[in-house]
C-alpha cells in the first residue's frame, strides 16, 4: 500500500476510535474474520470487533489478502430476534473502502447490507456467519464471511 492509502487507513481508524467513547456502551467481542473466496471476491482473512449501541451492535472489519488487497467495512447490525440458546440475527447494513486495485490512487467506496446469524460456542466465545451483498464488489454473489469472536462478559 502507497503513502497516501495507508495516511487514509490511519485517518479512518481516529475518526472510529475518537466518536467511539461518545456513542457506544462498550466493546462487545474481538475476532478473526475469513473472506470467503465466492464470485469475484478473493480469501480475505482480517481482524473484527463489535460494539454495543443501544439498537444493534457496530462491527468494524480490516481484512488482507494474500496479494496485498484491502477491504475495510464498518457495519451496523440490527437485532431482529435472539433465541433461548442465545444465537442472534441481525440485518447488516455494510459500507467501507475496497482497495483491490494497487494501481489507483484512491481506494473505492462500497455500500450494501445482508443477513448475519451470531451462535455463541461457549460463554466466552462465538462464531458469525454472514452474507452481504456488496456494491460494487460483491454484487450480485454475495460476499461470504465468517467469524470467530472472543466475547467479553
Not at 468494524?60 to 440475527?89: M, P, W
Request: some cysteine; glycine content about 10%; proline content about 8%.
Amino acid at each position: 500500500m502507497n503513502r497516501r492509502g495507508i495516511c487514509l487507513v490511519v485517518l479512518l481508524v481516529t475518526t472510529l476510535l475518537a466518536g467511539w467513547p461518545a456513542n457506544a456502551d462498550g466493546l462487545r467481542s474481538i475476532g478473526v474474520r475469513f473472506v470467503l473466496p465466492i464470485g469475484n471476491v478473493p480469501l480475505f482473512l482480517g481482524i473484527e470487533a463489535t460494539v454495543d449501541v443501544p439498537f444493534g451492535v457496530l462491527v468494524g472489519a480490516f481484512s488482507l489478502t494474500a496479494s496485498g488487497k484491502v477491504l475495510i467495512t464498518g457495519s451496523y447490525d440490527l437485532r431482529l430476534n435472539e433465541s433461548a440458546e442465545g444465537s442472534k440475527t441481525f440485518v447488516r447494513l455494510t459500507t467501507g473502502l475496497s482497495y483491490f486495485d494497487l494501481r489507483a490512487f484512491l481506494p473505492s467506496l462500497l455500500i450494501g447490507g445482508g443477513l448475519a446469524l451470531e451462535a455463541p460456542l461457549s460463554p466466552a466465545l462465538a462464531v458469525c456467519p454472514a452474507a452481504e451483498f456488496l456494491y460494487p464488489v460483491a454484487f450480485p454473489v454475495p460476499m461470504v464471511s465468517a467469524s470467530g469472536r472472543w466475547v467479553f462478559p
